[in-house]
Nanobody
């Protein structure tokens, strides 16, 4: 089993920066990719970014490309999401997710493990 714990969320002003972290524990060697999703109030969970631990490949949703950057520590399978130039529409609960095989996916259903989420609120 794998456990994921997010941290680093909070309140930030428009145009500011924030970094959220996802620490993995348990059978971390079984994790092949980690992703960040977000869920805005009343909406479905949406893909934000993902990282492949096998080749270091990173992927970002068009809505955050150029502003958000996913990175991580391969040996620990710890993932980070650096958020710059945030906008009010980035307000959401941010979740990290991990899957045990295959390349990163944009579909939440393909991830085996989920964290509890961390709230990010952007004020105008």
């Amino acid at each position: 089993q794998v456990q994921l714990v997010e941290s680093g969320g909070g309140l930030v002003q428009t145009g500011g920066s924030l970094r959220v972290s996802c620490v993995a524990s348990g059978r971390t060697g079984s994790i092949y990719s980690t992703a960040w999703f977000r869920q805005k109030s009343g909406q479905e969970r949406e893909f934000v970014a993902a990282i492949s631990w096998s080749d270091g490949g990173v992927f970002h949703a068009a809505s955050v490309r150029g502003r958000f950057t996913i990175s991580g520590e391969n040996d620990k399978r710890t993932a980070y999401l650096q958020m710059n130039n945030v906008k009010t529409e980035d307000t959401a609960v941010y979740y990290c997710a991990a899957r045990g095989g295959g390349q990163p996916s944009r579909r939440p259903s393909e991830y085996n493990y989920w964290g509890q989420g961390t709230q990010v609120t952007v004020s105008s």
